[in-house]
């Protein structure tokens, strides 16, 4: 097996670079914010180091200098023998996007006086190429058999059979699949959900999340329907606890995040992006990665109501290019409907 090759890291960057991020992402001598580093997300800065770290070592690996201003080191033709050594070693068109993306974000706040537009023009460039390694359609579910599942795990938690560590577990893992598949979060906002994030008018259960915490960067409602809110009250009142208190020698920890490990700790996206992955690898026979939720929400709106087409952008929080995607992936879907009803018609005489 190949030894994996890792990027630098932050600290074993030339120094010039280290001071030219901390200028970008720090606090200048009066408590201000530097470059546009700062404004970013964390996961935005953590994915920029990584992606620089990966092309230094790329660049010391073929001898060449890496200590001089990004201005001076990074030129086309470098570039573009990245590209084409990353496609040598096989990595997926997305993950050669994801280093490019990476690199040009990095340039632009390491030496914000350069003009980088042609690195930009080379990401566009990229990011027509890039195509699923995997057939997606052929792995994808309907919202409904992703919804079904979640609600089979919620039932199997009324099991009385299994422990009440078990019901917790399978209780919790349902419900993030059925948030997932009614109101299409991505996961990060999934993962990061707490009570306050649960709002009540009257009788009505809804979720808000502040601009600040959305792609879209705009406050986003969304009111959960009855079976749904019954489901959140039900976890936390009643499996939440079991998992907060798993561990009978520590005093539970305090928290209002919302999902526990079986070990009693608050989950992040890793955690989360593995239950749902084994989860649905066991119902399915293959892994969905939770941001496909997002597509067959949408795709189903798409296909059982394409006057309504439009409405994916705004139930995804994107724009009008993704709700055409959808669109046409569900064309993909219905062709093949009726392709299949052409083969059986045949068959059946």
């Known amino acids: 097996m190949s030894k994996r090759i890792l990027g630098l890291k932050l600290r074993e960057w030339p120094g010039q670079h280290q001071a030219a991020w901390q200028r970008a992402c720090g606090e200048d001598d009066l408590g201000s914010a530097g470059g546009e580093g700062a404004l970013w997300r964390p ?11 990966y092309f230094l070592r790329w660049l010391s690996s073929t001898g060449a200098e890496v200590d001089r201003a990004p201005g001076r080191l990074v030129h086309p033709k470098l570039v ?7 496609r040598t070693k096989k990595k997926a068109d997305y993950t050669v996007l994801c280093r490019v993306q990476e690199l040009y974000d990095a340039c632009r706040v390491l030496d914000p006086d350069q ?5 930009r023009d080379i990401r566009a460039r990229v990011r027509r190429r890039p195509k699923p390694v995997r057939n997606k359609l052929a792995r994808l579910r309907s919202a409904r058999e992703l919804e079904e599942l979640g609600w089979s795990l919620i039932r199997a938690a009324e099991n009385d059979s299994s422990t009440p560590l078990q019901r917790a577990t399978s209780f919790r893992d349902g419900l993030c699949v059925v948030l997932l598949v009614r109101r299409l979060l991505r996961l990060r906002n999934l993962a990061g959900l707490t009570l306050g994030h649960f709002t009540h008018d009257g009788s009505v259960m809804g979720l808000q999340f502040p601009g600040a915490e959305m792609k879209s960067k705009r406050d986003r409602h969304f009111a959960l329907p009855d079976d749904l809110a019954e ?3 039900l976890y936390l009142s009643r ?7 798993v561990d009978s020698r520590k005093v539970p920890m305090p928290t209002n995040r919302i999902w526990i490990s079986r070990q009693g700790e608050p989950m992040n996206e890793v955690p989360l992006h593995y239950r749902i992955r084994k989860r649905t690898k066991d119902a399915f026979g293959a892994e969905i990665p939770p941001h496909w939720f997002r597509d067959a929400g949408a795709t189903a709106i798409a296909v059982d109501s394409p006057g309504n087409v439009r409405d994916v952008a705004t139930v995804l929080g994107n724009n009008d290019a993704v709700a055409e995607k959808h669109y046409n992936q569900a064309r993909a879907i219905q062709s093949a409907r009726k392709y299949q009803n052409v083969l059986e018609s045949l068959f059946s005489v």
């Open 43 to 53: 996961s935005t800065r953590r994915k920029t180091i990584k992606g620089w770290g």
């Open 80 to 86: 573009v023998a990245y590209i084409t050594d990353l």
């Open 115 to 119: 003009n980088w537009n042609w690195l």
């Open 231 to 233: 489901a959140v009250t």
């Open 239 to 245: 499996h939440r606890p079991v998992l907060l208190s």
